[in-house]
């Protein structure tokens, strides 16, 4: 059914494509570059300089000439910004090394809520309906409250149409590895105050490449039929809607989106064991999706109102979530589980795990003038309920409460110096409920064996309190720049690491929480020097990380003899952490059309206390450099036109924590070219790349697929191609 969905977009919005184009030109309109752009890059830079934390701004150019899988993906050209890749698809970010929970996503100014602290949850994200994209790399808490320890990812609203206008675009796209093809329409408009913006994009792909034949997992050689991991194929189906008044003193807009997704796991890595896969089966079609796999719909209503009264700036902002994640999967008895599933449970058989999360959350904020200062006021609280389901247990269903207070002060001293400051109090409280095994297990009691439903979990209630400060400085005397910011953040424990108690079988592993966890508390300090003068261009950006308690999974020497074949048993703990690292970007005008420029990042950490005291993180990056080449001719009916060649050098992570392995160091050359072409007064934005030219064999650190010496895709052509349009200027 969803194949046939797809298919029916991709002829609807073909035909959209026909249709609109043709009234194009019939209405003899010339599409021309808007003067907005320009001005937005200036504030940008200026922003960016007046900031006191580390930020990186990109727009949607930016996203397309680096399109990946996911919009993280094509994010990590960014230094200091890392994935955790799952599959082609898929992906989770990491700022500094630091993801799952301690890494907020925020769009349209709402915090963004999936099921993300698992490793195979990525983003529910359109990264087509992406304009703009804020990377604050560090602690943010005083912003974002908890889960913001190691930094945002603020997807900024699309701007409003100008008056009197109706139009859209369209994008399609196509990947030659995974043999992808996707499209979305948009459609906007508006007269004096009312506008709309709408949507739609569909996307199917198949089986991932890799330059490998056979990979091993787990000491057990899997043969790869065609280079391609089976049953990494999916698809994708997103709307999107906005509506809203725009008035001199007053806006409101309401934003809606649906975001629908089923992809495969590698049918060799999940749960079953590699040697009982049925290669016949999953072989003869490398765009089906069979189990396991998994289904997630993520639908989002939010409203954001802006007034103006006297000197005030006020800003409300209201919304609603539901993440609603499947995990399907062949059922198989393990430990004490029935081996006949029993036909009155209250699950589906192949209901491995289900996720339903919803979420009400508030935010009122108060922009002010008073003097030199520019005053922030405001408070948030946020309401999320998860229940499970399935035959398989991880994580406890439960309810969960957060709000927050907090005040910021821009001051303004004079040209040069600037000061930041702000405070935050936070309020969370977690409430987990109790979960009975639906079978029984052989339990020894006084010398005798009986037969025991097994409790997995209590109930529990969790209150956590903190406060939270920063404090910077901006020093702009001209062509160089300076900035400091000192501050702490704060993060709860979720439901996996206060109460999980079951196996995860996508690592083979029982996980076990810790109801005595502490909030995690961070101490940062950021620097940052930007220079810039005649052909010149160089930014540097340390940091020190201070975590007293820290945490994290730790594997022990004892085994699950209840609900798997022996799983090692990881449990959370916590302990002190230092992190220190930075970003280096450097840029170079050789001629008018030649510019080359360097990008580094490095990141050390290690623990200084508990049972892997001498260890660093896990998913920690290694240090890596890029050189890029950027030649933009001047050709006759051709405008904005660039050949690029990155060269990417990864060095080896040796600083690993168990069951990590090291990882060898690689590199990757990626091609790319694009064009702004013009017919018949319509422009055509194309864009191509050639990504892993050589087809390198090479390991991601931070890959999900790391364990089991997954290499990354191979050599992979992205034809990108963007045709806006204006019926009605």
Do not use: C
């Not at 709307?239 to 089923?262: D, L, M, R, T, V």
């Not at 008018?592 to 508990?610: H, T």
């Amino acid at each position: 059914m969803i194949e046939n969905k797809s298919n029916s977009i991709l002829i609807f919005l073909f035909f959209g494509f026909v249709f609109l184009t043709k009234v194009h030109a019939q209405n003899n309109t010339e599409v021309k570059e808007l003067e907005e752009v320009i001005v937005t890059d200036q504030s940008e830079k200026r922003a960016q300089k007046e900031a006191s934390l580390n930020v990186e701004t990109v727009n949607s150019s930016f996203i397309q000439r680096n399109l990946g899988g996911s919009l993280m993906q094509s994010l990590q050209r960014i230094p200091g910004v890392k994935t955790i890749s799952i599959g082609s698809g898929g992906s989770k970010p990491l700022i500094r090394g630091l993801g799952f929970n301690q890494v907020i996503v925020v769009e349209n100014g709402i915090k963004h809520e999936g099921q993300q602290w698992g490793a195979d949850h990525g983003l529910e994200i359109d990264q087509y309906a992406v304009n703009r994209v804020e990377i604050i790399k560090g602690p943010s808490s005083f912003m974002y409250g908890s889960d913001a320890i190691g930094g945002a990812v603020n997807i900024k609203p699309v701007p409003f149409p100008k008056k009197n206008t109706f139009g859209g675009n369209i994008d399609f796209t196509a990947k030659s590895n995974n043999e992808q093809v996707g499209s979305s329409l948009n459609l906007f408009g508006r007269n004096g105050n009312w506008f709309f913006d709408t949507r739609i994009t569909s996307m199917d792909y198949g089986d991932y490449r890799v330059p490998a034949d056979v990979v091993h997992v787990y000491n057990y050689a899997v043969p790869l039929y065609k280079n391609r991991l089976r049953n990494t194929a999916g698809r994708e189906l997103d709307w999107h809607a906005s509506a809203g008044f725009i008035g001199e003193k007053f806006k409101s807009a309401f934003y809606f989106s649906n975001i629908y997704s089923k992809s495969g796991f590698f049918a060799n890595a999940h749960g079953l064991e590699p040697r009982n896969v049925d290669l016949e089966l999953h072989d003869k079609s490398s765009r089906d999706i069979l189990m396991p796999f998994q289904e997630v719909t993520h639908t989002k209503i939010s409203n954001t109102t802006s007034f103006e009264i006297a000197n005030h700036k006020f800003q409300t902002q209201l919304g609603f979530q539901k993440n609603f994640r499947q995990e399907w999967s062949h059922y198989v008895n393990h430990g004490y589980m029935p081996p006949i599933y029993p036909a009155d449970m209250y699950a589906p058989q192949d209901l491995e795990r289900q996720y339903d999360k919803e979420v009400v959350s508030v935010s009122i904020k108060d922009e002010f003038s008073a003097g030199k200062h520019q005053i922030n006021f405001g408070l948030n609280a946020e309401q999320q309920q998860n229940q499970i389901n399935g035959w398989s247990f991880l994580i406890p269903a439960f309810n969960q409460f957060n709000s927050g207070l907090f005040a910021y002060d821009k001051i303004q001293l004079n040209d040069l110096w600037m000061l930041h400051g702000a405070v935050r109090l936070d309020f969370g409280k977690i409430e987990m409920k109790q979960y009975t095994d639906w079978f029984e297990s052989e339990v020894s009691q006084n010398g005798q064996t009986v037969q025991e439903y097994l409790k997995r979990s209590e109930d529990l209630t969790k209150t956590f309190n903190s406060f939270t400060w920063s404090a910077g400085v901006n020093y702009n005397p001209g062509k160089v720049s300076f900035k400091a910011n000192a501050g702490t953040s704060f993060r709860m424990p979720i439901a996996k690491e206060l109460a999980s108690n079951g196996v995860n079988y996508h690592y083979f592993r029982f996980e076990k929480g810790n109801p005595n966890l502490d909030a995690e508390r961070s101490y940062q300090l950021d620097l940052g020097i930007d220079w810039q003068e005649n052909k010149w261009s160089i930014q540097v950006s340390p940091f020190f990380n201070y975590f007293p308690n820290f945490i994290y999974l730790n594997p022990t020497s004892q085994h699950d003899i209840y609900y798997g074949a022996g799983n090692q048993v990881f449990e959370y703990q916590q302990s002190e952490v230092i992190r220190y690292g930075g970003e280096l970007q450097a840029k170079y005008q050789f001629l008018k059309n030649l510019s080359g420029e360097m990008l580094a990042e490095y990141l050390y950490s290690e623990q200084i206390s508990g049972s892997k005291k001498g260890y660093t993180l896990p998913f920690s990056p290694p240090a890596s450099v890029l050189f890029g080449i950027n030649y933009t001719p001047e050709i006759k009916y051709l405008k904005e036109t660039y050949f690029s060649l990155d060269y990417r050098f990864t060095a080896q992570q040796n600083q690993i924590v168990p069951p990590e392995k090291t990882t060898a160091s690689s590199q990757v050359f990626n091609l790319g070219l694009g064009t702004k072409l013009q017919t018949a007064k319509q422009d055509f934005i194309l864009s191509l790349q050639i990504q892993n030219v050589f087809n390198t064999r090479y390991l991601n650190h931070t890959s999900f697929y790391r364990l089991i010496e997954l290499p990354e895709m191979g050599r992979n052509i992205i034809l990108s191609v963007k045709v806006p349009f204006l019926i009605h200027p």
